[in-house]
């Protein structure tokens, strides 16, 4: 399997600019996270889905944010306007559905996209 | 209450030398704990992962040591070399039905050679 895939992998804009990140998670997985990452918060979960319906959006920062999985291969993470403190990079990762017990099975991850708003 | 606190920000530690990195959490629901190990410009990867029915998880060097009571744990990395220089994330997850996993701020580990 090629694992979660991403594109792009970098990305910069100007501020105002809608930008679009994809994601194809490993296939036979039925969870997907969007996750961005900073030096100063660390990972923040921004939304996850399941079977391809979001379960928990309040991760996500500001209406600004928008997140979509039209199947279940293929998810976008879109941002209009973009502004610069929206640098970041944004991971996908996907799991598949939670063991016996209730508790996470592991997450995989993509390689990230770096998205940089100037 | 849903956190979990991870010290030190970052590490320096000497080659053969004992990397230990500590968290901490609130939530006595969660019950499963794994750690992260985070390449640059790679995403975190599953490196082990320990629940608090044991105490300690061993993996070839990398040792998860559960302190249940004191709702700590902590990655012990033996003999370290130069290639485990990484981030490392501590998380933890509920078992409340799905939930999501928690993560720590991480800490940059540096093995020098």
């Known amino acids: 399997d090629a694992g979660v895939i991403q594109s792009p992998r970098h990305e910069v804009t100007e501020m105002g600019q809608e930008v679009t990140l994809r994601c194809k998670p490993i296939?036979?997985?039925?969870?997907l996270f969007w996750y961005r990452q900073t030096m100063m918060r660390g990972l923040e979960l921004l939304i996850y889905?399941?079977?391809?319906?979001?379960?928990?959006d309040s991760g996500m920062p500001e209406d600004r944010f928008s997140a979509k999985m039209p199947n279940a291969s293929f998810s976008t993470l879109k941002i209009q306007p973009s502004e610069p403190r929206d640098s970041a990079v944004y991971f996908c990762?996907?799991?598949?559905?939670?063991?016996?017990?209730?508790?996470?099975?592991?997450?995989?991850f993509g390689p990230g996209t770096r998205l940089t708003v100037l | 209450q849903q956190q979990v606190k991870q010290s030190p920000q970052s590490l320096i530690v000497q080659k053969g030398g004992i990397s230990i990195i500590n968290c901490a959490y609130e939530?006595?629901?969660?019950?499963?704990f794994p750690w992260y190990q985070q390449f640059p410009g790679k995403g975190p990867a599953l490196l082990i992962a320990?629940?608090?029915?044991?105490s300690e998880k061993k993996e070839g060097r990398f040792t998860i040591s559960f302190n249940k009571s004191a709702k700590q744990f902590s990655l012990h990395i033996m003999d370290s070399q130069p290639g485990d220089s990484a981030t490392y994330f501590c998380?933890?997850?509920?078992?409340?039905?799905?939930?999501?996993?928690?993560f720590g701020k991480g800490t940059m580990l540096l093995v020098s050679p």
């Open positions: 889905f399941n079977n391809n319906v979001p379960i928990d």
């Open positions: 320990i629940r608090p029915d044991v």
């Open positions: 998380a933890a997850t509920g078992d409340s039905g799905y939930s999501t996993l928690t």
């Open positions: 990762a996907s799991s598949s559905q939670v063991i016996a017990g209730g508790s996470t099975d592991t997450q995989y």
């Open positions: 296939s036979g997985h039925d969870y």
């Open positions: 939530n006595t629901a969660f019950d499963y």
